[in-house]
């Protein structure tokens, strides 16, 4: 695999956390699963309850950014304190890949666009988008219904049909030719939820793609905006 080149910073929500998938990053992972343990479970938690649960946090934790890292992600991010009492159903995975085609980016994008017009959600949104000065492709596809049970029957027996709502951003790097940005978001909801929660989910994660500024470009000094984004901690 040739080696990750793409540096880039972007600003995720408080009680958010990049957790590294790669498996040269397993030591790293480790000990910001411990510092988010440490964070999500209240000081005065008896210690035969806190185990428990701090044991089964690391479990789910890992396994999840792990089995992303076995698909090629290089990092999760998951929302892992509640705000207002309120955890949402969401993740971002980042993969980074490399296009071994001679094709300009724009040329990719239009394809990448076209392959996902059969299942666009939004027909009137023609999925260009600005990233950092730069052309992106976003895709949103028809809520997909997932049925843990049918997908995954040794794991899912006792997971509820879920719908899984999807936006992808397809981001090329603009000082490495043929190496791209995947983010891909995921929102779960119980079928029949009002999807006015889901629509304003997709919006934080519009917002977050906001923020996000290549760094270490070559030739270039960062600016004033990548060293803010650098100190409120939403490097990647």
């Not at 999760?76 to 296009?99: A, K």
């Not at 949104?125 to 976003?138: L, Y």
């Not at 809520?143 to 719908?163: C, H, I, K, S």
Request: cysteine-free; charged content about 30%; aromatic content about 4%.
């Amino acid at each position: 695999m040739t080696d990750l080149t793409a540096s880039f910073v972007m600003v995720v929500p408080p009680g958010w956390a990049r957790l590294p998938a790669r498996e040269e990053s397993r030591q790293e992972l480790a000990t910001i699963v411990r510092q988010v343990i440490a964070g999500a479970l209240p000081d005065d938690l008896p210690r035969d309850r806190a185990e428990p649960l701090r044991q089964e946090m690391r479990k789910r934790l890992t396994a999840t950014v792990v089995e992303a890292g076995d698909n090629g992600a290089t990092a999760v991010y998951l929302p892992v304190r509640p705000v207002d009492g309120f955890t949402p159903p969401v993740s971002v995975i980042e993969t980074e890949v490399d296009d071994e085609s001679d094709e300009a980016p724009e040329q990719v994008i239009a394809q990448l666009l076209a392959d996902a017009l059969p299942d666009r959600r939004d027909e009137d949104d023609p999925g260009i988008r600005e990233v950092d000065g730069g052309i992106a492709a976003r895709t949103e596809t028809v809520v997909r219904r997932v049925d843990p049970a049918a997908e995954l029957p040794e794991l899912g027996q006792d997971l509820p049909v879920v719908d899984d709502r999807q936006v992808v951003y397809t981001i090329p790097v603009p000082h490495r030719p043929g190496r791209w940005v995947v983010m891909s978001f995921s929102a779960i909801s119980a079928p029949g939820t009002d999807e006015r929660l889901t629509d304003a989910l997709v919006a934080l994660f519009d917002a977050i793609m906001t923020t996000f500024r290549w760094a270490d470009v070559p030739g270039a000094e960062p600016t004033t905006l990548e060293h803010r984004l650098h100190e409120l901690g939403g490097a990647a």
